[in-house]
């Protein structure tokens, strides 16, 4: 009688941990939904269908897919939630930038990387995962879908990426389609950046842009001011306005010669001295600055402008 209440109890157990809401087995195979999942390039929701269904669902998103480099990226959390994968199962690595998704299998993307890593197979791919402001991880949508188990289709004519699952008979997307013609939310008008004026007070300044912590400081000797990112896995892209010539400088080389280089560069920092430039930053001169983010791996990609400041260099 013992051990049948003894291996009654242990049932209980196993079927209460089963029952934990959010709990995931290290081991566990997320099922593929047998869904239509359509992103529309602009537009700040995803729609799902039920296959066999007429009904669609609409999810908003706190960011907009968009095109770069001919490939449609969307933000991680609402790409992996789409195609079945739920916050549990999505791991962001800030120290190696990698997003991990598990689904049908275990994806991994690292951001500025041309590879995805599927169950441990690496392949190249042709475009890389990027952040965006304000501090979005955007991923390349076809290449996580297929990896997840997905058909993907791009739909020129109305700028969407349709996915269903590898198995299923093409769906009917007219349904969907009439749906997003009714309840699209397309971005928003950009909003204006207004011009931060720092002064000529001397110290350690902190600018505001979402998603940067961004630090300026100077100092009476060279450099004359810089500009500091307390996280070092970030970058930004300083841009001089009111003075092109500070876009490039000319270090000195070990052989004594001066070699230019350019300034408005990703970069984890950015410094003006007062030697090394055609024309010289002098004491009094007030000089206004563009900060750009969503550094993607491409040095040529010209980013989100974050913020816009103005100093009087002391």
């Excluded at 791919?125 to 993907?152: F, N, S």
């Excluded at 896995?233 to 400088?249: A, G």
């Excluded at 004491?283 to 206004?288: C, I």
Aim: charged share 20%; hydrophobic share 35%.
């Amino acid at each position: 009688m013992k051990k049948c209440l003894t291996f009654a109890m242990l049932v209980l157990v196993i079927v209460g941990l089963l029952a934990v809401p959010g709990h995931t087995w290290a081991d566990e195979t997320v099922v593929t939904p047998v869904k239509v999942i359509v992103f529309k390039i602009g537009d700040y929701n995803y729609y799902t269908q039920e296959i066999g269904s007429d009904e669609v669902t609409t999810v908003k998103m706190d960011a907009a897919p968009m095109i770069h480099n001919d490939r449609t990226f969307v933000p991680v959390r609402f790409l992996g939630n789409a195609l079945g994968v739920n916050d549990t199962n999505i791991i962001w690595d800030s120290s190696s930038r990698t997003a991990t998704l598990k689904g049908q299998n275990k994806l991994k993307l690292t951001i500025g990387r041309k590879a995805i890593t599927v169950n441990s197979q690496e392949k190249a791919i042709d475009v890389a995962p990027m952040i965006v402001d304000p501090g979005r991880t955007m991923l390349p949508a076809r290449y996580v879908a297929e990896g997840l188990g997905y058909i993907v289709e791009w739909d020129a004519d109305n700028q969407l990426v349709i996915a269903y699952p590898e198995g299923q008979p093409k769906p009917d997307f007219k349904k969907v389609i009439e749906i997003i013609k009714q309840t699209e939310n397309p971005v928003p008008p950009a909003t204006e950046i207004k011009v931060q004026d720092l002064g000529s007070s001397t110290g350690v300044q902190y600018i505001k842009a979402e998603g940067y912590n961004l630090g300026l400081g100077n100092h009476p000797n060279d450099p004359t001011m810089f500009f500091n990112l307390n996280d070092e896995n970030e970058f930004i892209r300083v841009v001089c306005t009111s003075h092109p010539e500070f876009n490039r400088c000319k270090w000195w080389m070990p052989d004594g010669t001066r070699k230019e280089f350019p300034q408005d560069v990703w970069t984890n920092n950015y410094m003006l001295f007062r030697e090394g430039y055609t024309t010289n930053p002098q004491s009094g001169m007030t000089v206004t600055f563009d900060i750009y983010g969503g550094y993607n791996g491409d040095e040529s990609y010209e980013g989100v402008k974050i913020a816009t400041i103005r100093k009087t260099l002391p």
